[in-house]
Every structure is written in C-alpha cells, then in structure tokens.
Nanobody
C-alpha cells in the first residue's frame, strides 16, 4: 500500500501563489509517478499535472501550463505543485495520486492511490 498526504492549501488572492506538497509513504517503489488533480464544486475531477519519479518527466493540463510547476524530491518521497498567478477558477480541492503504471496518464481512473485532498481558494 501507498499512503499520500497533501498539505499547503489555503486562501489566497488572485495573482498570488501557493505551494502544495504530497508526501508519499509505504510501498512507493511500486509506483511510477504522482499526479495532481482538482475538483471544484459541481464539477468533475480534472487532471492538473503529473511527474515521473525516475525520469522527472512532466505533463500539464493546458489550463495551468506556464503557471504551475510540478517537481519531486525523491529523497523525501515528496512531490510539489508550485502554483503561481492563481485565478479564481483555480479554486478547488486538490488531490495527489500515485500511479502504478509507467504510462503518463491524465485519467484519474488510472491512479491507484489517493490522498485526502487539500482546499485551495482563490479570491477575486
């Protein structure tokens, strides 16, 4: 099993920044990468970004490209999501998830382990 714990959410004004963390523990060696997803009230969960543990290869949703940066610290088994130039439409619960497949999936259904989520609220 793999356990994931997110932190770093909060309330920020539009144009501001936040950094989310996702700390992984357990059998992390069974996973290939970590993704960030978000879900706003009344909307489906959507892909934000993902990163491979080994290669560091990244992939972003078009809506966050150029504003968000995903990174990882393998020694700490932690993945980060630096979010800059935040917009009110970025408001959502943000989840990290671990993928046991080597494919760079953007589908939430492909991920095996999930954190509890952290709330990000961007005021206008």
């Amino acid at each position: 099993q793999v356990q994931l714990v997110e932190s770093g959410g909060g309330l920020v004004q539009a144009g501001g920044s936040l950094r989310l963390s996702c700390a992984a523990s357990g059998r992390t060696f069974t996973t290939y990468g970590v993704g960030w997803f978000r879900q706003a009230p009344g909307k489906e969960r959507e892909f934000v970004a993902r990163i491979s543990w080994s290669s560091g290869n990244t992939h972003y949703a078009d809506s966050v490209k150029g504003r968000f940066t995903i990174s990882r610290d393998n020694a700490k088994n932690t993945v980060y999501l630096q979010m800059n130039s935040l917009k009110p439409e970025d408001t959502a619960v943000y989840y990290c998830a671990a993928d046991s497949s080597p494919l760079m999936s953007t589908s939430s259904g492909r991920y095996d382990y999930w954190g509890q989520g952290t709330q990000v609220t961007v005021s206008s």
